[in-house]
C-alpha cells in the first residue's frame, strides 16, 4: 500500500501502552504537540497504533509478549523495539491482519478481531489510516475523523494518562493468576482514554477496599464468587 512507503525505514523513537491495553508506536523524529496546554510534550512524527483488534511482538519468529500478558513481560518487549528500524509492513490480502517487521528480526503482529471495528492504524502529518475489519480501510485527513484526535481529545488523553501515572504509584506489584479484571468485587470505571484500565474495589476484607485498582494487579482476597467467604 503506497500511503505506508513514508513510515517504512522510519525508527520507532517509542512505544507504550495506551488505555485498554492498545500499542502505540511513535516514529521518526518526535514534535511537540501544538495545542498549549500539552506543551512540553512530544509525539512521533508518524504514529502506529493498535484498535480493536489483539496484537502479539515476535523476536526471531518466537513469541516474547501480547496483549494479555502481564506488564512487566511487556515491557521488557517493548524495550527491545525502542531505536529499531520498521523495515517492512505485510498487510493480509483477506483481512486487517499485519505484521511489522522491524531490525533484529523483531516483529508487530496486528490481528482482527471485530467485524465491525478497526484494528490498527496510522497517523502522519496529513493523512491517516484505518484498517478493517475484512479489507475494509479508509484514507482521510487526521481532522476528518474521530480517530485523527482534536485539541480536546488531546487534552482529556492527557488528564488520563496523569491520573493513571498518580494511581499507579499506590498500587502493588501484580498477584500471578489472582487479577482484579476477574474478580467478582472489581467494578470498572466508565469513561474512556486510560481510565478503561482501572476500577473500584468493593471487597471489605480486601486492603483496596473503596480504593482505585488496575486490572491487571490483585490480592490475597481474589475470588470468583459472590458468595466466597471474604466479605
Known sequence: MKELNPIINLTCAKVHLGY???????????????H????GLYHGTWRVYSEYGLW????STTFIAGSYDEESVIDTALGKLEGKKLKQVSISETSSDARLQFEDS?????????FTDKNWS??????????GPGMKRTVQKPDQTGKG???????????????????????????????????????PLRGEWY?????????????????????NIGCDQHTLHLLDDTT
Open 20 to 34: 485498554g491495553g492498545t500499542l502505540n508506536l511513535d516514529l521518526g523524529a518526535m514534535v511537540e504537540y501544538t
Open 36 to 39: 498549549p496546554d500539552m506543551k
Open 56 to 59: 502479539r511482538i515476535n523476536e
Open 106 to 114: 523483531l516483529e508487530i503482529d496486528f490481528l482482527e478481531t471485530s
Open 122 to 131: 496510522v497517523l502522519g502529518p496529513e493523512i491517516y489510516i484505518g484498517f
Open 149 to 187: 484526535l482534536t485539541h480536546e481529545e488531546e487534552r482529556w488523553s492527557l488528564y488520563a494518562k496523569q491520573c493513571a501515572e498518580r494511581w499507579n504509584l499506590a498500587l502493588l506489584d501484580s498477584i500471578e493468576g489472582k487479577f482484579c479484571s476477574d474478580c467478582v468485587f472489581y467494578l
Open 195 to 215: 481510565f478503561s484500565d482501572y476500577g473500584v474495589c468493593s471487597c471489605a476484607k480486601s486492603m483496596y477496599d473503596g480504593k482505585i485498582v488496575r486490572v
